[in-house]
């Protein structure tokens, strides 16, 4: 449930390098098939873009796919006009943010925020949260994707981090006893990940953003994380000038593309 299993996706006898992996997650919150389609660069991946709608139309009727995501480095354009013109649209760009220096944020106590793994009787107040707290990235702002579904993504995140099977670990956020946010993180060696980091709308405006954000540093950094990263959406402004005041560095942009099935009714 919480791996992604890749299949060669080949386009034609010279395009033979890219991958694609049906989204498990995905597809059980949004009620239909959703992939997620990896485009490795290839000095091929340029011209007639109808075998690759081609072949994207045979693989979503033999896996019963409606929509497909892909990533690319934003300086990809090559493959960007390929993927567009066999009917991705842009949706989005996302930034690659890293930390370093981990012990810098170890030292820097909290007088208002604490942060600590989530108890199971915290857990229907978090999942309510994530449902009303995110409105950037790829799912929200992708037209054919209606609102709601991309709320439930997050609540079902949420909801999904309680399985044991998932390395991912929710942190509740509080200030004098009362749930003002979470932070979902993970640490893999000496790797860690800030995956999604939320404060209650009633909460927002007090900079406790920022301090979660730190504390989540911290905590990563006493599970023997030397480095962090994250991403965010270019749309997000306050989050880039959060992160930016935070001395994370920014370090990639991806563009993020969505491939949806057409319908027999649509245009």
């Known amino acids: 449930m919480f791996e992604l299993h890749y299949e060669p996706f080949i386009i034609n006898d ?15 919150t949004f009620g239909f098939g959703v992939s ?17 709608k081609n072949a994207l139309e045979v693989y979503s009727e033999s896996k019963r796919v409606d929509m497909i995501t ?13 993927l567009q013109t066999a ?3 842009l949706i989005d760009t996302a930034l690659s ?10 030292d820097k106590d909290s007088t208002e925020l ?67 946010g979470f932070s979902v993180v993970e640490c893999g060696d000496s790797r860690g ?32 994380a030397k480095s962090v990263g994250t991403k965010i959406s270019a749309s997000n402004l306050r989050a880039i000038n959060m992160h930016a005041r935070l001395n994370g560095h920014f370090v990639a942009a991806d563009r993020l593309l969505h491939w949806h099935r057409e319908k027999e009714n649509e245009l």
């Open 36 to 52: 997620v389609l990896n485009p490795m660069y290839d000095k091929d991946s340029i011209g007639n873009p109808v075998p690759l």
């Open 114 to 180: 604490s942060l600590t793994p989530v108890v199971p009787s915290e857990m229907e107040f978090l999942v309510d949260m994530a449902g009303t707290s995110f409105h950037h990235g790829r799912y929200h702002m992708d037209p054919r994707l209606p609102n709601a579904l991309a709320d439930r993504r997050y609540k079902d995140w949420i909801s999904r981090s309680f399985d044991s099977r998932n390395p991912q670990q929710v942190l509740t956020a509080k200030v004098d006893g009362a749930i003002c």
């Open 97 to 106: 943010v890293r930390y370093e220096n981990l012990h810098a944020y170890s």
């Open 14 to 28: 010279k395009l033979k390098t890219w991958e694609i992996a049906v989204v498990p997650w995905d597809t059980e």
């Open 87 to 89: 009917g991705f649209r």
């Open 193 to 224: 990940y800030l995956h999604l980091h939320a404060i209650g709308s009633i909460w927002q405006g007090k900079k406790l953003g920022h301090e979660m954000i730190s504390q989540s540093l911290r905590y990563l950094y006493t599970l023997g």
């Open 70 to 82: 892909a990533s690319i480095p934003a300086m990809q354009m090559k493959i960007s006009f390929l």
